[in-house]
């Protein structure tokens, strides 16, 4: 009878368990969305890059990052054609921007300095 007992408190509390993990994984998800990462190629020259599409992960960019390793970035997609400025606010790495044309041309790169709240980077 013991036992039994001990398998049923074992399993409720397995169960708790079990939920709980699926709330904190679903909220994971939906709050702290994972940008896609992939592999852009400039000639011979591997990228690892997030690829951002969403109005939050485009707003945030690379703010608040303390570290970016060599040959990483991030690549911004935007929906149409047109002028996008971006700038330094709480960004601790110094970067360099290309803006790249829809049929993959570099159409001008930019370097910006940490922090730099002042300078526009223009597409």
Not at 55 to 73: C, F, I, T, V, Y
Not at 77 to 82: A, N, P, S, Y
């Amino acid at each position: 009878m013991k036992k039994v007992k001990t398998l049923r408190k074992i399993s409720l509390q397995l169960k708790i368990g079990i939920c709980i993990i699926i709330v904190v994984t679903i909220f994971l998800c939906v709050f702290y969305p994972r940008n896609h990462l992939t592999t852009l190629w400039i000639d011979t020259v591997p990228l690892q890059v997030e690829v951002v599409n969403t109005p939050s992960a485009l707003q945030k960019g690379l703010m608040e990052r303390k570290e970016l390793p060599d040959n990483q970035g991030m690549l911004f997609v935007f929906e149409k054609i047109d002028y996008h400025a971006f700038w330094m606010k709480n960004t601790y790495v110094p970067l360099a921007i290309a803006f790249i044309s829809s049929d993959g041309q570099i159409m001008q790169i930019d370097s910006m300095a940490p922090l730099d709240t002042l300078n526009l980077h223009i597409s």
